[in-house]
């Protein structure tokens, strides 16, 4: 839904936002200490941009307490400043979005586990702010460098335009 939401302007329900919280909520108490910190991220996505600031506010302060460097796949530092800039870019703060990501942005390779296409997400979100920020020189270079890593990935490219 964030992917369709931000990258495709494509309109989703508030109620579903809600919904699919609630059943992030549920995980958390049920199985919390079985799931990966890509899980805590989305989780935290969810709760924040169905209006629960707090609790998303746990799940970054879950993901900073985890172990600095490789050992936390860098999460505690890059993934939750992520998060963070996400939750920026859900305020209509652009300018501390970028400032929080960007740092998160270059080291993303670092970040333990995920595909490569669960790591674009990030990407996309990134160039889609520096595009409502009108920084046309930056996304040119953001989508050259996707395009360099995923020569197949045009039509993605596409819709930036």
Not at 32 to 59: E, F, N, P, S
Request: charged share 20%; aromatic share 6%; net charge negative.
């Amino acid at each position: 839904m964030w992917r369709l939401e931000v990258v495709r302007h494509a309109p989703t329900d508030d109620l579903t936002w809600r919904d699919l919280a609630e059943q992030e909520e549920r995980l958390l108490q049920q199985q919390a200490d079985y799931l990966t910190v890509w899980m805590h991220h989305w989780i935290g996505l969810a709760l924040a941009r169905a209006g629960d600031t707090a609790k998303a506010q746990q799940q970054m302060a879950w993901l900073r307490s985890l172990p600095e460097g490789k050992a936390g796949g860098y999460w505690a530092t890059h993934g939750a400043d992520l998060l963070e800039g996400e939750m920026a870019f859900m305020r209509g703060d652009l300018p501390t979005a970028v400032q929080l990501m960007a740092p998160a942005i270059e080291h993303l390779h670092a970040l333990g586990g995920g595909s490569r296409e669960q790591k674009d997400i990030f990407h996309a979100v990134f160039t889609e702010i520096h595009r409502r920020l009108e920084h046309i020189d930056t996304v040119i270079e953001l989508a050259q460098c996707r395009l360099l890593g995923k020569p197949n990935h045009l039509q993605s490219l596409a819709a930036l335009a």
